[in-house]
């Protein structure tokens, strides 16, 4: 099922999680800019993660920055922050105007072409806290963003992530939805995600 996109005061979802889509929060400009620093800039892996027990590379490139006592765990594998650049800050500073928070992490994710890819799951790791604020900007194609009920399975929401779009997860939305990035057969370019993230207090 598809739900009209602004069907609570700007929430997506129609119910227990809270998802907010700014489509062009940043300029044409500014967003084509960020796209070619992040290309060029991060150092961009392939890594693998464990997938019953075994290990499996991920269908995309990542990288992680933050603060640096910030170590965070998921699927297996542990990441260590490299320190913040100079268009990662800007992009935080921007997002946390509107979002209210202040990030400390990032997870990025280059998805090469239309067959990379990621997976249903849920940012749910329990360094995130109980309700994880996540702050979610696009750069690059246009992708398709799906969110379906953690329980039912069946309550589906889909979006399109644009060039400069930015996406805001808060609430209880980790605990009842979960979320993918589908493949498709179109031809497109590369696109890049960055979730900005809070990590509750390490050593
Ligand atoms: O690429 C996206 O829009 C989603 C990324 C994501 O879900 C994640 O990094 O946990
Ligand atoms: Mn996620």
Request: overall charge positive; aromatic content about 10%; proline content about 5%.
């Amino acid at each position: 099922m598809q739900f009209d996109i602004f069907n609570q005061n700007g929430n997506i979802l129609p119910q227990q999680g809270d998802v907010r889509l700014f489509p062009h929060f940043f300029s044409k400009a500014e967003s084509d800019d960020h796209l070619n620093r992040l290309q060029h800039e991060i150092a961009w892996k392939q890594e693998p993660i464990k997938i019953f027990g075994k290990a499996v590379m991920q269908p995309r490139l990542t990288a992680w920055y933050g603060n640096a006592d910030k170590v965070y765990s998921y699927s297996g594998i542990t990441m260590h922050p490299l320190p913040w650049t100079g268009v990662l800050l800007k992009i935080k500073q921007k997002i946390e105007a509107t979002a209210g928070v202040q990030f400390n992490s990032a997870l990025l994710n280059l998805y090469r072409d239309g067959k990379d890819s990621m997976g249903w799951h849920r940012d749910n790791e329990p360094e995130l806290g109980a309700n994880p604020v996540i702050g979610s900007v696009s750069f690059g194609a246009g992708r398709v963003f799906r969110l379906r009920h953690y329980v039912s399975k069946k309550s589906q929401v889909a979006v399109e992530l644009t060039h400069g779009s930015f996406l805001l997860m808060q609430g209880e939305t980790q605990h009842y939805w979960e979320h993918s990035i589908p493949k498709t057969t179109q031809s497109i370019g590369p696109r890049i995600n960055i979730t900005f993230r809070i990590v509750k207090g390490q050593k």
